[in-house]
């Protein structure tokens, strides 16, 4: 004989039944959004705009035209020989223009009347675009957060106004380790971020890229961790 099963029952089960789901879906709700927050994706947000990194480089492009034939506006050498009296007031490798909290230079801070400073190897102008990149320790593999600032800023060097223009990129370290391991170091990651921006669209023929490992130090102190960083400079137009 088939055993029945009466209405309240029936109705019991299958309230329990609706709230055993209810409960699942709000949980999986709230394990998707924990990974969501955890995951490598929501470190991905750029450091800075594609628009600032344009501002930066159409400003020093506009400055350096006007300088062109003015021996008062360009200083080719290095920052010392071109600021000899603040270099001995800095312990040396003194910057030419202010910078603000995030370590952009900050162009419209600096003296309108002061000269463009050349670098004599490279042909860049000495007024720096720190890239924000950042690496795995002692290596030249580029974190999520770094790829995020390059897309900006290949974005923003290929922009009609700058389209034309040229870049170096530059690899400095701090004094942490022996100076051949740290040319070596800053050479891999000046590399891996010239192949980044190459494969994000950029010519080739439009980055040069040089590694200076410990020898530029941003900072007086050698071992300061500002000392380390990926920077690009504009090559002046001949």
């Known amino acids: 004989m088939t055993p029945t099963i009466d209405t309240k029952t029936r109705h019991h089960a299958n309230r329990t039944v609706l709230r055993s789901a209810v409960f699942a ?3 999986s709700v709230a394990l998707a959004g924990l990974v969501s927050l ?4 929501a470190a991905q947000d750029a450091t800075y705009s594609a628009d600032e990194v344009k501002q930066h480089f159409k400003q020093l492009k506009t400055r350096s035209l006007k300088a062109t034939g003015s021996t008062r506006a360009l200083c080719i050498g290095t920052r010392d020989e071109c600021n000899p009296n603040a ?6 490798q ?7 909290a995030d370590g952009q230079t900050d162009s419209a801070a600096a003296t309108p009347d002061a000269p463009l400073v050349v670098d004599p190897e490279t042909n860049a102008i000495d007024d720096a675009f720190n890239l924000l990149v950042s690496f795995e320790y002692a290596s030249a593999r580029l974190s999520t957060s770094a790829q995020a600032n390059l897309r900006e800023f290949a974005k923003a060097i290929q922009d009609p106004d700058l389209s034309a223009a040229k870049f170096v990129i530059e690899g400095h370290t701090d ?3 022996s100076e051949s391991y740290n040319q070596r170091l800053s050479e891999d990651r000046a590399q891996a971020v010239t192949q980044y921006l190459i494969n994000l669209g950029v010519n080739r023929g439009r980055l040069t890229t040089v590694a200076y490992g410990e020898s530029r130090p941003k900072v ?3 071992n300061d961790p500002a000392n380390r960083r990926v920077e690009s400079k504009l090559i002046l137009e001949q």
Not at 94 to 100: I, L, R, S, Y
């Open 25 to 27: 879906a709000v949980l």
């Open 38 to 41: 955890s995951s490598p994706a």
């Open 87 to 92: 270099a001995t007031e800095g312990g040396g």
């Open 94 to 100: 003194v910057a030419v223009t202010q910078e603000n």
């Open 175 to 177: 004094g942490i380790g």
């Open 220 to 222: 007086a102190d050698i």
